[in-house]
Each structure stands twice: as structure tokens, then as C-alpha cells.
């Protein structure tokens, strides 16, 4: 049960920043999978937290970076583009792998001529003033930096030459006409803390239990829990052949039937490792998502 603890009520505790607007719902579902649970306050921006001991707030993943950078924060999901663009001191903790994006600088395919930028004199529109001003030294351009507020895409080819930009899958890009010169990095949601707060024995005791739960659900969702039953002549040949985390469980069947076998796989490997493991001798085999695994 989600627990009535207020912001005041958890002082001392861990102040965890949420992040709201895109990537949000893949961190409350990621949440959701581990066991901790979000519920609405009167206060829509101060949810309650079925985990003792955390004072959630929601705020944009650029004011995240900036609480936890300043210590008004302990520990925060926000895009790893943010902290760079911002270039603060922060430690991270996972790298969620959700919300996957590129930052990228891209102009219309007129001023493009073997994927490079032909023109010499540019205006460049962004969001991350930071990355692209050093993005204009490293490519040695001339160029002059004017701030988007959003929309950066609708820029070029009135008011901006080229735009640097998150992108996901480059269609919001073509639909505008903008092809991509360059990349400047890759980013994801990720989990950081301020590292003032991981020196705090209780804060980092607090912190580490919270990694643990969500690293469980991650883990879980790369792998698969199979079993299967092998005669003992095929025993060794079957547990060889599982990628399983460190070793395989292995049980007598009933009347010395032979072994259930029973491992964590990569559930990218089910598809050449499930008839590899028919041709050893393989039999009866079951493939089922465990929901948390704590390594």
C-alpha cells in the first residue's frame, strides 16, 4: 500500500525528482514493474510513494539536472543529453535504455553535398547551446547560435541554416526536409544522484536498495527463465550450452527420470539456442518472464 507520508514527514530522507512530459511513463511503468508505485497527491506535482523514506517531486528533465547539481535533489531519472548540455558533476547510477535518442545536426539536403554542409556562413538553431557551440569549434564552422524554444525542426530554411536536435528515428527530420550531417551524441533516460548525497551513510543505504529494485526489473526484461528436462547422458552437453547469468539450476525428476534444467537466458539468444537445445537432447522445455531478477 502506497504510504501517506508528506514531504515533511520524509525529511532527512531520499529526495527523488520524477521527470515529467515525454519520458515520464516509461519510468512509472519501469517503477510500476519493481514493486514501487506512484499515486497522485493533491498537489499534482508531489506524488506519494509506496517506498518509506522518499520525497518525490515531478519537474522537467533539464530542472532535474539542475536540482540535482545544486543539491536540492538526491537522486533523479532525466535524459543524458541534459547533462551534458548542462555539463554538471553528477554520478550515474543506470542507464535505463529507455527513450533512446540521437543528438544530431541536420539541414535542408540544398546546402548538403556529400553529407557535409557546403555553405560556409551559418545560422544554427537549438535547445543545447552548450553542445552546439562545441560542436561549431570542433568542426571549425562559422556560425552564429540562436536559441529554440521547441519545434527547432521548423526553422531551417527561413530562419536558420541548420538546427541541432534530438531525433529517435529521423522522421520528424525528413518530413521537414532536413537530412543528418552529423551526430553529436547518443542519449537515454538514466538515473543520477548528487554525489554530496551518496557521502550521507543513510541517504546512500536508501539510494542503493532503490538501484537494486530497479536494476532487478532491467535485468529482468533482457532475460527469460527457461527449463528443461534432459536424460542424464545429455546433461553435461545441455548445461554447456546455456548462456545462463553464473550456473544453472539443475533437479532430478521424478522415478530418476533424468534433470530439470533451469537458467536465466538472454532472450535474444531463443531463437538459435531453443532448437540447439532439441538437437542435444532437449525435452519438454518451458520459457516463462520472470519479473524482477536480483543478480
Do not use: H
Not at 23 to 46: K, M
Not at 48 to 65: E, H, M, R, T, Y
Amino acid at each position: 500500500m502506497p504510504t501517506s507520508q508528506s514531504p515533511q514527514a520524509t525529511k532527512g530522507g531520499v529526495r527523488l525528482a520524477l521527470p515529467k512530459g515525454r519520458i515520464q511513463p516509461g519510468v512509472t511503468r519501469l517503477l510500476s514493474e519493481a514493486g514501487i508505485d506512484l499515486v497522485s497527491s493533491e498537489r499534482g506535482y508531489r506524488p506519494l510513494l509506496s517506498l518509506a523514506g522518499f520525497d518525490v517531486k515531478l519537474l522537467k528533465p533539464q530542472n532535474i539536472v539542475e536540482m540535482l547539481a545544486a543539491g536540492s535533489r538526491d537522486l533523479g531519472f532525466t535524459g543524458a543529453d541534459w547533462v551534458a548540455e548542462l555539463d554538471v558533476d553528477l554520478v550515474e547510477l543506470l542507464d535505463t535504455k529507455l527513450d533512446p535518442v540521437r543528438i544530431v545536426a541536420a539541414a535542408p539536403s540544398a546546402i548538403v553535398e556529400e553529407g557535409r554542409i557546403v555553405r560556409r556562413s551559418l545560422t544554427i538553431a537549438s535547445e543545447y547551446e552548450r553542445l552546439t557551440q562545441r560542436w561549431i569549434v570542433r568542426r571549425e564552422l562559422e556560425a552564429r547560435f540562436v536559441r529554440s524554444y521547441g519545434a527547432t525542426e521548423v526553422f531551417p530554411p527561413e530562419d536558420a541554416d541548420c538546427i541541432v536536435d534530438n531525433t529517435s528515428t529521423g522522421s520528424t527530420l525528413r518530413a521537414n526536409g532536413l537530412v543528418i550531417v552529423d551526430e553529436l551524441l547518443q542519449s537515454s533516460t538514466r538515473l543520477y544522484a548528487n554525489p554530496q548525497s551518496l557521502d550521507e551513510p543513510g541517504k546512500r543505504t536508501a539510494i542503493e536498495g532503490f538501484v537494486t529494485l530497479v536494476k532487478a526489473v532491467l535485468t529482468a526484461r533482457k532475460r527469460v527463465m527457461l527449463e528443461v528436462n534432459v536424460s542424464a547422458s545429455a546433461l553435461d552437453a545441455i548445461v554447456r550450452a546455456l548462456p545462463c547469468m553464473r550456473k544453472p539450476t539443475v533437479a532430478s525428476l521424478a522415478d530418476e527420470a533424468g534433470y530439470a534444467v533451469k537458467a536465466a537466458v538472454p532472450r535474444d539468444r531463443l531463437a538459435t539456442l531453443i532448437p540447439e537445445l532439441r538437437a542435444l537432447g532437449g525435452t519438454d522445455i518451458v520459457v516463462c518472464q520472470p519479473s524482477q531478477i536480483v543478480a
